[in-house]
């Protein structure tokens, strides 16, 4: 059997862990947001049309910040389309994905909807098909308390006081072929520079996300980030990050995911602290991981079809992936990946929340129910707290693909006043594997509990024939003597474990 032996401190640590790691993203595509968390007709609607039970398992949940209204949707998006009276607003093409928008929800009935569940918002701005002119009357709008057309339109719209967002994501994807208005590097840079500047000119301590790369196998990543970041260094915070993993025939590969995160965050920091050395500047740039998730993005290119001038269908099901349990698996290994760089990666959306590659899903007129990825996400945004701990692990390792040799077992830790969690991922396709945990340098006392995602059937999932197939195990394993934590871990099993 497999071991592993890992040693937590608390002199050994990362950073802390900035509650926007348990970010979300809700994007106008699919059955997102219209029959997805906004369904009037639904027996669970509140009194705006949003699904009272889905509002449950966002909170649940626990996601923190979340990134709105996209996506590729944004770089055709006219923010002024989704505000003022509803029956007035126009029914527009959503070139993104082919798709009607009926601008039902915007940003006030949204913002609504984010008061319910509890999060924060982070608005997206385009600039696709727009620019530095449209973004500064947003934020106007958005955010001046009164008495400039915009603000007092706000006001006429019904929201007297101001929306108050902080932070902003200055376009989307603009290194992708495939997004409306996609830019080369420097021109982008330069435009991310000019928006920065003037939205600056309106409020000076906004937190602004320029756009780094859609992936880590686009042919411009790491060149796309520096030179965006040579021109925009010093108006911008932050730089994204976007990643989806697939399991596409390969689990050796898929279950290695975490250590592909790890280098993409590598990478990306390498370069910005390049320019920031090339620069001579103070100021460092973090990362907003603000497009995570496992997506099966080979199915989803090989069902693209050409379209006829009238097939704009409103809230077609797009993107709808039933998850497995090696997909949950997997899920909980990218957030041990974003949890040990809790130093760099300020903030991070996993991508997306509701029907389209969500955590939840639902049919209209009947059920929300969790995919097998909700649990693991819940849990580390349970769990997860304080510091993160870098844990010192020694053990058996395995072939981890293309992603070269890897651990059998990824793990990460947090501490915060006399309680700590151990999240661990077991690799191993057959066997199971014995960690032990050596507490002595944590001041930790009491019991530990040990939960996770395994299954017989890797390829179980939660649909409409049975939505609760796949939930959370107790590990019975689970010993603390003394402060040494031993534990047996099922293959391919994703656990948390928490201490005192
Ligand atoms: O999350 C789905 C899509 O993936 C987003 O719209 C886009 O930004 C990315 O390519």
């Known amino acids: 059997m497999p071991r592993t032996h890992l040693v937590l401190d608390s002199a050994f640590t990362v950073g802390p862990v900035r509650r926007r790691l348990f970010g979300g993203f809700v994007e ?6 219209y029959d997805g968390i906004h369904e009037p007709a639904h027996e669970s609607a509140d009194e705006h049309g949003f699904r009272k039970d889905v509002i449950e398992l966002v909170k649940e949940l626990g996601v923190t910040t979340i990134r709105y209204p996209g996506g590729n949707f944004v770089s055709g998006y006219k923010w002024e389309d989704g505000v003022g009276p509803v029956e007035q607003r126009p029914r527009r093409l959503d070139l993104a994905w082919h798709s009607t928008e009926t601008n039902e929800v915007g940003l006030h009935e949204f913002q609504q909807w984010l008061d319910s569940v509890g999060s924060e918002l982070m608005l997206a701005v385009n600039l696709g098909t727009r620019g530095a002119a449209e973004a500064i009357e947003l934020l106007e709008y958005a955010n001046i308390p009164g008495g400039t057309a915009r603000s007092e339109e706000r006001k006429a719209n019904g929201r007297e006081e101001p929306f108050g967002i902080t932070m902003w994501c200055l376009g989307n994807e603009m290194d992708g072929p495939w997004q409306l208005g996609h830019k080369n590097a420097e021109d982008y840079g330069k435009l991310a520079a000019m928006t920065a500047k003037a939205m ?225 991922v077991n690799r191993h396709q057959s066997e199971s594997t014995t960690v032990t945990i050596d507490l002595s340098g944590l001041d930790v006392d009491g019991d530990v509990h040990a939960e996770g995602i395994w299954d017989d059937d890797l390829h179980a999932v939660n649909d409409l024939s049975n939505t609760s197939r796949v939930g959370l195990r107790t590990n019975e394993s689970v010993r603390r003597e003394g402060d040494t934590i031993t534990i047996e871990l099922p293959p391919v099993s994703w656990t948390a474990l928490s201490i005192g």
């Not at 106008?28 to 947001?33: E, I």
């Not at 409020?203 to 686009?218: R, T, W």
């Not at 509701?354 to 580390?380: H, L």
């Open 200 to 424: 600056r000119q309106i409020q000076p301590d906004l937190e602004l996300v320029a756009c780094g790369s859609s992936g880590a196998s686009m042919p411009t990543f790491g060149e796309w980030e520096r030179t965006v970041l040579e021109h925009a260094y010093e108006d911008v915070d932050y730089i994204s990050a976007h990643a989806y993993y697939e399991e596409d025939q390969d689990l050796t590969s898929f279950l290695a995911s975490g250590a592909n995160m790890d280098h993409f965050i590598k990478t990306v920091t390498t370069a910005a602290d390049h320019v920031q050395a090339h620069k001579g500047s103070d100021k460092r740039i973090d990362i907003s991981f603000d497009e995570w998730n496992v997506w099966s993005i080979t199915k989803w290119e090989a069902q693209q079809k050409t379209f006829t001038l009238d097939e704009w269908p409103v809230a077609p099901r797009l993107l709808e992936d039933v998850y497995t349990v090696a997909d949950a698996v997997v899920l909980g290994g990218l957030l041990i990946s974003l949890l040990r760089h809790a130093d760099r990666v300020a903030s991070a959306s996993i991508a997306q929340l509701v029907n389209v590659i969500g955590p939840i899903m639902t049919e209209p007129g009947g059920e929300a129910w969790r995919q097998t990825t909700f649990f693991p996400f819940s849990v580390t945004s349970r769990l997860a707290h304080g510091t993160s701990l870098n844990v010192v692990a020694s053990g058996d390792t395995i072939d981890g693909g293309k992603h070269g040799t890897v651990p059998v077992v990824d793990s990460a830790a947090t501490v915060e006043d006399g309680h700590a969690a151990v999240f661990l």
């Open 28 to 33: 106008h595509l699919g059955r997102h947001v």
